[in-house]
């Protein structure tokens, strides 16, 4: 009896083993092909002073301004709604946050690193009622080995007098300098997977840095990790789960106590 009680034992240790193993970028980004992409994304009908957000997966949002700007972030083969977007932002952790054959139809490719090596990536855009800049972060190999200094971005929107700030695939937390450089933020799009970005407790020490009116979680593998991120952050944040995966955003609607949103995804 004790045999098989142990028997039992490692066959769901190996189980939930095999899980935590899938619930990384790498094991998405080595899939041999890509991810079915999301249907069609209707263009919302914004007013002035509306922004709309939608998570479409992983570490991918697609935002739309009033005037019909749309940008992608951490644009990837893998992930990305059929909308070809006025922006692509991408990031280099890993396949799943970039791609090497963006769509030629999107105008403006914007890489969180600079592909020749020469300095970090600077980025300081205006597309109609969008801006877009970029904070250079490092990121360390994925076998936590090596630190590739400026490898990656976080990238501001400013869209309908909001503050749209989306941390990538973020290593290390942030100097008194990158926090001035990124002024007051409403909207943040926090990595909440707990290791292969940073620990849940290190992601909140950023996030209180930052001060954020508004969390949007992501990059989070399913429910059993947002839910513990949930709770940490609990005692600082309202949290709300919505239904639906967009949600439309204005100065006005913003939430005060800061509320951690929840969009449906992984």
């Not at 922006?87 to 970039?98: D, L, R, S, W």
């Not at 300095?119 to 970029?134: I, Y």
């Amino acid at each position: 009896m004790r045999a098989l009680i142990r028997a039992l034992c490692l066959i769901v240790v190996v189980i939930l083993a095999v899980g935590e193993a899938a619930a990384s970028c790498q094991a998405i980004a080595s899939r041999p092909t890509p991810l079915p992409q999301l249907a069609s994304l209707a263009p919302l009908a914004l007013a002035k002073g509306e922004v709309s957000v939608t998570f479409v997966g992983h570490s991918s949002f697609l935002i739309e301004s009033p005037q019909g700007v749309t940008i992608v972030t951490d644009y990837n083969d893998y992930i990305r709604p059929r909308t070809v977007p006025t922006i692509a932002t991408m990031n280099v952790a890993h396949t799943t946050h970039y791609s090497n054959n963006p769509d030629p139809r999107i105008k403006h490719v914007l890489r969180g690193w600079n592909p020749t090596g020469s300095g970090p990536a600077r980025h300081d855009l205006a597309e109609q009622d969008v801006f877009v800049r970029n904070i250079p972060t490092n990121i360390r190999g994925w076998d936590g080995m090596g630190t590739r200094i400026n490898g990656n971005s976080i990238f501001i929107f400013e869209v309908a007098d909001l503050c749209l700030v989306h941390l990538g695939h973020l290593h290390h937390e942030l100097t008194r300098e990158d926090l001035g450089v990124m002024g007051e933020v409403d909207v943040l799009m926090v990595p909440v997977d707990g290791g292969a970005t940073m620990s849940q407790d290190e992601m909140l020490s950023v996030i209180r840095d930052i001060r954020p009116r508004m969390v949007i979680p992501m990059h989070y593998f399913g429910p059993h990790r947002i839910e513990r991120f949930a709770q940490i952050l609990s005692p600082h944040f309202t949290v709300r789960h919505s239904a639906t995966s967009q949600v439309v955003l204005t100065r006005q609607t913003m939430p005060d106590p800061p509320e951690l949103l929840i969009l449906p995804g992984y």
